[in-house]
């Protein structure tokens, strides 16, 4: 059974923080959605409403078009697997899995039924018996997974549920979740702090900032396309560089004219062009177009080589070269930079009183 | 540091075993000495004296009840406190923790004075409340008492047992499966609060056996009464049910915690070459 999630304007305030100001999401079945942002922005309040451990000041949560704002947590048929290690001490493996099932007074064949499966699915076949302590974090919540799958949700929301793992641990359990997900098509919202984890795993990402939705897209359009400044710099790695506001809707940077994507300043405004490091083209010193500037760090990643430079104007930026190409970019090496003439998101200039649009 | 370890078995272990042993052993003595020998007819014929069943038996009751009332009281009051009103958390500990400083002869001096409004209360239905409260053969009154008294040790056991879980992250899991509140507390939480259980029925089941203050003020005859009371007729008898008492309280101390203990056993780690790597996992867990 898969059904969409609409939240609607959610409000919720702690004393006098606002946790959310105004939320609005709408989640497709089947859907996998990516609460993204810093600590204290709202995605995890925004989860706990969902599953009823919150409950909103203000505003609507519906599932499948149903108003479910007042229904208890243990009525919403929601599975959930939870950042910390969350089963139950006292119990099995099989136990764990099978207690929704209990809850709902299922007979004893159909629990042990259902955990043989469950098991199987999430990898741990055979692991019936053992209790979550002889269980590794990673084999924890794969179980914790199971556990949420077992009652058949309408709704899997999951709370961070790799960031106690290692980093190994951490990439295969997430390609397993995404690939169980695509499995059963259960609709799934996802909180994380980790954005290479929502960019991977999710079909929309939801970025957050201080309550409020940012930006609700797919990954690629997030990184392409990112509609707010915020959005830009939490996504990636972006370079702030100083432009001026002209006519035409275009900022001028480095001698080239770029289109403005977004809001646009008035004209003759300073502010900073926000260019991630493969929009930036790096050539010999000799090259004449662009601005020159001086190697200090050149980092090989393998296929690429990160390049840190300081323009004579004193901006420092970061460019992104294939690696054969950055060989004769050594630090102290004179070259020459330039834009790729593609639409920018400007932002008010760091540390400047603030623009007038 | 190996010999200092040496020293300190050496000489503290045979002190705290003489500090112990001593008494116990001049009381063993005092019960089987008489003037022609050795005997153990204030074990053997003393115990089928008058009272002495009836008085243990009340006192194993009492303390059974007490233990039952209070964990009633305090497991759903903590785990409330805990979830929903953290804020309370210090007035709940200074308050469970009052009977530590009220001297029980106040506690009873208060008691006595509610029970004397008895009278007053004659013609109205609470005059069966009192007369069920101080009923001679399983005096309510004590009960209470009893449960009040054992507060601090139930707060102590169980409060610690609580930080020892990850009780929300617990209790939302159980919720989100579709389990009700009550059925969270019992399946889930209690289960995990065992130990802490056990922990704070043993401190009240101990303190119940050897209360004698307040039995004593409000004339009941519960084991420690008895006891004092047959001192003056039967030393010997009183010495030897003393050691009886202790090898009681010890039995269900045992019994208490081999109860606690059933599921740490069953729970011992599987040996097999698979889990080798897992536990290598869990340590690395721990570590990070």
Redesign the interface.
Known sequence: MTVSVHLKNLRREFGSTVALDGLDLDIAPGELVALLGPSGCGKTTALRIV???ETADGGELLMDGEDVTSV?????????V?Q???????MTAAENIA??LR??GRGTAERKTRAGELLELVGLPGREG??P???????QQRV?LA??LA?SPKVL?LDEPLS???AK?RLTLREEIRRIQLELGITTVFVTHDQEEALSMADRVAVMKDGRLEQCAAPGELYDRPATPFVAEFVGTMNRLPGTVQDGGVVELFGRRLPIHGERPAVGAEVDVLLRPEGLAVGAADDGAGAPATVRVATFLGATTRLHLTTDSGAACKADLPSWEATALAPGARCMITPHENPVLVAERAGAPSLKV | MARMKFTSRAVVLPLAALYFLVPIGASVWFSVNEVEGISFDAYTQGLGTEGLTTSLMLSVRLGLATIVCGLLLMVPTLVAVALYLPGLRRTVEILCMMPLVVPPIALVAGVTTVLSWEQDLADTPFYMTFQMLRDENFPLVLVLVYTVMSLPFLYRSLDAGLRA??LR??V?????????RL?TLW??IV??L?TAVVGGAVLSLAMVLGEYTVASVLSYRPFSVWMVEIKDSEAQLSVAAAMLSLLITWGLLLLLTTLAGG?SRR?T??NSGS?K???R??R??TV?
């Open positions: 599953a009823g451990f208890p947590a243990n009525r919403r048929d929601i599975g959930m939870f910390s290690y969350s089963l139950f001490p006292n207690y929704g809850v709902r053992h209790y302590h002889q269980l590794s974090g990673g084999q914790a556990r949420a009652i929301l106690a793992l290692d641990v | 879980v990850d992250t617990l939302e899991a159980a919720r989100s499966l579709g389990a009700s059925q399946q889930v289960p995990n065992r599921r729970r780690p599987l889990e790597r897992e536990s996992d869990n690395k867990k990070s």
